[in-house]
């Protein structure tokens, strides 16, 4: 949400797309935009993007109070097949901010890295793109496959910014970093213009 808010002050107004891969709940562009003023919501049009259509049902009745008829988007896609549409199968809109906080766990490393190339690829000049994936450090993990049979794949820091190169982002505008808790890292990646 934080990082959303500060991308959308940075542009002083110009219009701009997030989008929220993977998006659940929405519960971080909910956020980002509770912090953003009238004003500054008018600018945003949002796509977000799930398997679920529950999940997109319940995301559209948190965001539709926050935004104007016509600036959500939401859309059922097999994300799993994102990085897989061929030339035929036409290709999505480019996004300012694309934002994907729980999808790179479930994926192995060839599909990191196809999925990090189209998300590089989807974004605007000047776009920005924050990507989680668990960490090592994640003190719930043995809670999680324990208890709840939750297995998930964690990348190291090291292990991300492989990836990211294999991905070709360009290595002088990503980076790796940690949430607060330091359970999850992510990438922050921006395009020049």
Not at 23 to 36: K, Y
Not at 40 to 54: G, K, Q, S, Y
Not at 68 to 74: A, V
Request: aromatic fraction near 10%.
């Amino acid at each position: 949400a934080e990082a959303i808010v500060r991308f959308a002050r940075e542009r002083q107004a110009a219009p701009m797309h997030v989008a929220s891969i993977g998006s659940g709940p929405a519960i971080d562009v909910e956020r980002a935009l509770q912090q953003l003023t009238a004003t500054e919501r008018h600018t945003v049009r949002v796509t977000l993007m799930d398997m679920d259509p529950a999940a997109l049902d319940h995301a559209r009745g948190r965001l539709e109070p926050l935004l104007d008829e016509g600036q959500l988007h939401c859309v059922r896609e097999n994300l799993f097949r994102m990085a897989q549409r061929n030339e035929t199968e036409g290709h999505y809109e480019t996004f300012d901010f694309l934002v994907c906080s729980g999808l790179f766990d479930y994926l192995d490393d060839a599909a990191v890295v196809a999925m990090l190339s189209e998300f590089w690829r989807l974004l605007s000049p000047n776009g920005e793109m924050v990507v989680f994936n668990f960490g090592p450090a994640n003190t719930s993990r043995d809670y999680m496959e324990w208890i709840g049979n939750w297995y998930l794949i964690y990348r190291d820091a090291h292990a991300m910014m492989d990836l990211a190169r294999q991905a070709r982002l360009d290595h002088d505008r990503v980076s790796v970093a940690a949430e607060d808790t330091g359970a999850n890292l992510y990438w922050r990646a921006r395009k020049s213009s």
